[in-house]
């Protein structure tokens, strides 16, 4: 370890090392690899040709790049070329082995992303939305200009292509319900040859997801997710035939899954109380054989192959590695290891709308501790059993963190999903309220000492829930938060817009009310602890302007507040950015705890 090393804090040590994500491969090369890592300091795409274990970097900017693919040859790397975070740009391409840039589908003007998928004989199915023309989706031919093949004014995406080429599979929300999607399959001129709608029109609260078209040419069959039955599963669609059939898995809590290359085999990923787990489930003789994982958390999984399953795992306390099902670690990058954390602990809280699962770290020494609430994004996510550097680092600064999956989040059942409509922000706020009451009854968190803290849709329940709790917390630290939501509205992407008239029940003049009750700005004047908010200047998910339009609202009122803004869009790729902010935060609570 370096003189450098040695000094550093273990918390900044956690951020520094290097990482890697789960390597993607190309479907005829499969020694052909594309993966994410931090090695540089900031996270940018990776080429790795495992013939020859030779490694290079593919892009360099000084934002970070996060979103490629491989074509399926493997001679060609896409990439997504945005303006500093922004997410609005155009794909470009690069020679596997190096070379220049150059643009991918040049016919194309910038937009946000809503999918890809490429073809073997160089077929390109880009998905894209702006608020000018809704969602697009276009084929481009080698040769050809794009041609425009789906266009609706609600969100949309390309959920992928058959292995023959000859089938694209649209994940579209028409009926208006931005959470619960439907599947539409066409030709690559846009006709339509099978639909798949559970929502009814958007009168059932029920959605779909491509999973991918069978890996066999000429095979019609698309995996596909859907809720029927109150939680995520697995069914296999014959688009030719429109039959269902439905692999007998029988596993608790969310089911996803994806094909064995040869279509042999599914490879199930359970997710059940913030922990995954893989299992193998074989057609032939309909068995489940399940695969040997640690305790933690699955952060993505492919079937290789060979038949082994390769994997990104790590838990609270272990940092991330890139596995094998045959024992073996898959990639590595040199470097220092990141240290280790503290594991976390399961509680189980009686909350208004049923029980809430939370996780919880404890620091060293007995409580009551000052205590971090760390409140995730989404809404529609989960804190999970994972490796994540901020919590750990809060520990390491003798705070407990309590991680609480409110309603809104994914993992416990379409219901509790689903449960947060209409009084957006205040019912995951009464969940927090039921752990926060348990963490000080118990003994765990000093009352005097709870920061609320969270980034986006986490940073939007910190400003809300400042406001509507006031008299419960003594700091609230907010990154990229949604601040006034009737601004926020009217500049963020098009998709968001449409998620927010289904999580509100319409649009701002549809249901005015609702979006006031549910705004930051509304109870500003009510907000007694000092606030931190750290805002991305080219942030298109939480706008700029409503920030300011809250943090003006602060300085009108003489509330204690500070804002850091920096140069990149919602949330940052570059390591030492990453430290900065969370060095501004810990000093913050630090000061106005007393600590």
């Known amino acids: 370890m370096s003189d450098v090393t040695a000094a550093m804090p273990e918390w900044e040590k956690r951020f520094r090392a290097p990482r890697v994500g789960l390597p993607e491969w190309a479907q005829d090369a499969p020694q052909r690899c594309l993966f994410v890592s931090n090695e540089t300091g900031t996270y940018e795409l990776y080429a790795w040709d495992r013939t020859a274990d030779g490694r290079r970097q593919v892009t360099d900017r000084p934002n970070g790049t996060t979103d490629g ?114 599947l539409r399959v066409v030709t ?190 989404g809404p529609a996510w989960h804190d999970s059993d994972a490796f994540a550097a901020a919590p750990a680092a809060w520990i390491d600064h003798g705070f407990a963190v309590v991680r609480v999956n409110y309603r809104g989040s994914t993992g416990y059942g379409r219901e509790w999903t689903d449960a947060l409509k209409h009084r957006v922000g205040l019912i995951e706020l009464e969940d927090i309220a039921a752990v926060r009451e348990w963490a000080v009854s118990s003994g765990l968190a000093d009352p005097d000492k709870l920061v609320l803290a969270g980034g986006s849709w986490g940073g939007y329940l910190t400003l809300l829930g400042l406001g509507t709790q006031p008299e419960a917390w003594a700091v609230g630290l907010a990154a990229v938060p949604v601040a006034d939501y009737l601004a926020a509205y009217e500049d963020e992407m098009e998709a968001l817009k449409a998620l927010d008239r289904t999580l509100f029940g319409g649009s701002p003049r549809e249901v005015p009310e609702r979006y006031a009750a549910s705004s930051p700005i509304t109870y500003a004047e009510q907000v007694r602890a000092p606030v931190f908010i750290s805002a991305g200047m080219n942030d298109p998910r939480c706008p700029i302007r409503q920030i300011d339009n809250y943090v003006g609202r602060l300085a009108e009122l003489g509330k204690v507040h500070e804002v850091y803004r920096y140069d990149a869009g919602h949330g940052s790729l570059v390591v030492e950015e990453r430290i900065k902010q969370l060095r501004l935060e810990l000093a913050y609570a630090q000061r106005h705890l007393g600590l």
């Open 69 to 182: 693919t491989l074509t399926p040859d493997g001679e060609w790397i896409w990439w997504f070329s945005d303006t500093d975070g922004d997410e609005f740009g155009v794909w470009m391409r690069q020679p596997f082995d190096g070379g220049e840039d150059e643009p991918a589908a040049p016919g194309l003007a910038p937009a946000y992303s809503a999918g890809i998928a490429l073809g073997r004989d160089g077929t390109a199915v880009i998905g894209r939305s702006t608020d000018e023309e809704g969602t697009t989706v276009h084929v481009l031919r080698p040769g050809a200009e794009p041609v425009e093949i789906y266009r609706h004014e609600q969100s949309a995406g390309v959920g992928g292509l058959s292995e023959d080429g000859t089938l694209i599979v649209i994940e579209h929300t028409e009926h208006g319900d931005a959470m619960h999607a439907a």
């Open 188 to 377: 690559l001129d846009g006709t339509t040859v099978a639909e798949l709608d559970d929502t009814e029109g958007g009168t059932r609260e029920l959605g779909l997801e491509s999973l991918g078209f069978a890996p066999v040419p000429g095979d019609p069959r698309l995996l596909v997710a859907h809720q029927r039955r109150g939680r995520w599963e697995p069914v296999i669609w014959d688009t030719a035939t429109g039959e269902l059939s439905e692999p007998a898995i029988g596993l608790p809590g969310d089911v996803s899954a994806d094909w064995y290359p040869d279509g042999s085999a599914l490879l199930i990923e359970h997710v059940h109380q913030a922990r995954g787990e893989l299992w193998r489930y074989d057609f032939a003789d309909a068995s489940l054989t399940r695969l040997e994982t640690p305790v933690g958390s699955i952060g993505g999984a492919t079937a290789r192959p060979d038949g082994t399953v390769e994997f990104l795992w790590s838990s609270a306390a272990t940092p991330p590695q890139v596995r094998s099902s045959s024992g073996a670690t898959v990639l590595d990058v040199p470097g220092f290891r990141a240290p280790a954390s503290v594991p976390v602990e399961d509680v189980w809280v009686e909350g208004p709308g049923g029980r809430v699962h939370a996780l919880v770290q404890r620091p060293e020494g007995t409580g009551p501790f000052p205590t971090l609430f760390d409140i995730h994004g």
